[in-house]
Each structure stands twice: as structure tokens, then as C-alpha cells.
């Protein structure tokens, strides 16, 4: 121990010096942290809160106040009508139906066609590897004259399958990336002692490879039902009737004479259309964090 320490010299006083200007610096650097992170949850909250409280203002209120003060009259009147002038029950039936019907086939196809380039391998398998990735720049407006042709040709306008298909083509190729990317940390060991055991390709895939990619579904499942629930050009392309549009398609419909729109019924239909996807998103965000926590390669 040095004199300067014992005796409080100078050595001591630089010291406490430098430890107080080192405890206001983070001190400053997490009040500018705080700050930041108070300012993203206010840009991401206040339009979800404006528009709950908005859905339950009435029209009078509304039309003649401040649409951005407080709200004088609350009223639920407004859910009522949602669902009784547009059809909201059947549109998120719709929603529902092509969301689970195009997320299967995205996995399914996704998860198989990434388990044959990477863990069986094959001849030219690169080569449809970067066929896959060249499809995830692909624009969707191109497929949209020559598919409305198609199904015209073999009468399949109109129905869910014109909606799930092209929805589910154009998101394979990211699926398939991430199921690759994933497939590539699973060690080569656990595949060959399953060879050696006897397995099979196809039990490899069910009994391993699928039990080991729950996390990834999770990941491919949660951003693409966010897209397919709020898609609008499929729906309306290939729909014709008000009995299949979905809930982007569907909210037209609350655009009444002259271009004027009920806008307090509008907002309460996007609430409740919103509930679903916002559940989804947290249950399914719990799920992959700890489907990401006991993956393959921990431990």
C-alpha cells in the first residue's frame, strides 16, 4: 500500500477525482438511455391509445371537437355498429382463415425444402439455394396480372386458395433462409448417430430436425401472419364478393355516400381487429424467446 493511500496525499484525492467523474458520466449516459427508450415506448404506444380512445368517442364528438383532445362522451355504440354494418365478424373470419392457411404452407414448404439443401444435400444444391434467395426480391406487382389470368382460366377466382397461394409462394424463399440459416448450427454429429441408429431421412426430419426448428417456426410464423393479416393487394385482386374479403379489403365498406367515411366506426373495427394480431405477436414472442434459450446448440 502506498504512503499517498495511508496518508490521504494526493494519489487519494486524484482518485476519488476520477471515480466521481467516471459515476457521472454513466449517470448522464442512463439518463440519455432512459430518455431515448421514454421517447420510442411514447412514439410506439400514443397511436395505439389514441385509437382505443377514439373508437369509443361518438361521431357528434368527434365530427365537432378536437380529434386529438380529450374525448367529452364515451360510447360503445360504435363496436356495435362495426359489426353490424361491416361485416367484421365475417372479415376476421376471412383474415383467419387465409393467415393459418398460408402460415401452414410457408412452414411446411419452407422448413422441408431448407432440410433438403442443408442437411440431406444434393447435386446443384447451392445453386437452388440462391434460386430460393434470388425469389426474396422478387416484387409481388409483377405476379399480379399473369395469376388473375390463371385462375380466371381454371375458375379459381374468388376463393381462399386465390389468396393462400400466391401468399404463401412469395414468403417461401425468406422461410427457406431462415430455416438454412438455422439447419446450419444443428451439429452434423446429431444426424450421423441418428444414421447410424437405423434412422431414416423422413424419421431424421420428423423425430429431430422438426423438435429442434420449434424456434425458427415460431420466427417465420410470427412475421409472416403479421403481413398476411394486414395484406391488401391479393385480397383485392382475386376476391369479388363481400363474403371473402379479408379485414384490409373489408374496411372499405365503412366509406358510405360521397367519399364520407364513419371514422369512429372504422377506428373500433381496426381495435378489434388489431386484438388478435397484437395476442398472437406476445404469446408467439414468449414462445420464441424460449425456443431461442434451449435451441439446439446450448450447451
Known amino acids: 500500500m502506498s504512503i499517498a493511500r495511508i496518508f490521504g496525499g494526493p494519489g487519494t484525492a486524484s482518485s476519488a ?29 400514443y397511436p395505439l391509445l389514441w385509437l382505443f380512445i377514439t373508437s369509443l368517442r361518438t361521431e357528434h364528438d ?3 371537437g378536437d380529434p386529438f383532445g380529450i ?28 393467415t393459418f392457411g398460408a ?10 425444402a431448407a432440410y433438403a ?55 417461401v424463399p425468406m422461410s427457406v433462409f431462415l430455416f438454412s440459416s438455422f439447419y446450419n448450427y444443428i451439429p452434423k454429429e446429431t444426424y450421423e448417430a441418428a444414421s447410424l441408429d437405423g434412422a431414416g431421412p423422413y424419421r431424421i426430419f420428423w423425430q429431430i430436425t422438426l423438435p429442434l426448428s420449434l424456434n425458427t417456426i415460431v420466427t417465420v410464423v410470427l412475421v409472416n401472419s403479421i403481413f398476411i393479416w394486414n395484406e391488401f393487394i391479393f385480397a383485392n385482386t382475386f376476391v369479388l364478393s363481400d363474403g371473402l374479403k379479408t379485414i384490409p ?3 372499405q365498406n365503412y366509406i358510405g355516400a360521397m367519399g364520407n367515411t364513419d371514422w369512429t366506426a372504422t377506428f ?7 386484438t388478435p394480431l397484437m395476442l398472437i405477436f406476445m404469446v408467439l ?4 424467446i424460449q425456443g431461442l434459450e434451449g435451441g439446439a446448440t446450448k450447451g
Open 117 to 171: 439443401i442443408n442437411v440431406l444435400g444434393f447435386r446443384g444444391s447451392k445453386i437452388v439455394s440462391g434460386i430460393f434467395l434470388l425469389g426474396i426480391i422478387v416484387p409481388v406487382q409483377i405476379a399480379l396480372v399473369p395469376l388473375f389470368i390463371d385462375y380466371s382460366q381454371i375458375n379459381l377466382l374468388d376463393t381462399y386458395a386465390s389468396m393462400i397461394i400466391p401468399l404463401a409462394g412469395f414468403a
Open 268 to 274: 373500433a373495427a381496426v381495435c378489434v381487429t388489431i
Open 62 to 64: 368527434f365530427a365537432s
Open 285 to 288: 414472442n414468449k414462445a420464441m
Open 71 to 98: 374525448p367529452k362522451q364515451f360510447t360503445l355504440e360504435n363496436y356495435a355498429r362495426a359489426f353490424e354494418a361491416g361485416d367484421l365478424g365475417v372479415y376476421i373470419r376471412n383474415s383467419l382463415i387465409v
Open 17 to 45: 477525482a476520477d471515480e466521481y467523474h467516471r459515476r457521472k458520466r454513466l449517470s448522464v449516459h442512463g439518463a440519455i438511455r432512459w430518455v431515448i427508450i421514454a421517447i420510442l415506448v411514447i412514439i410506439q404506444v
Open 249 to 251: 379489403l373489408g374496411l
Open 103 to 112: 402460415s401452414f404452407f410457408i412452414v411446411l414448404m419452407g422448413m422441408m
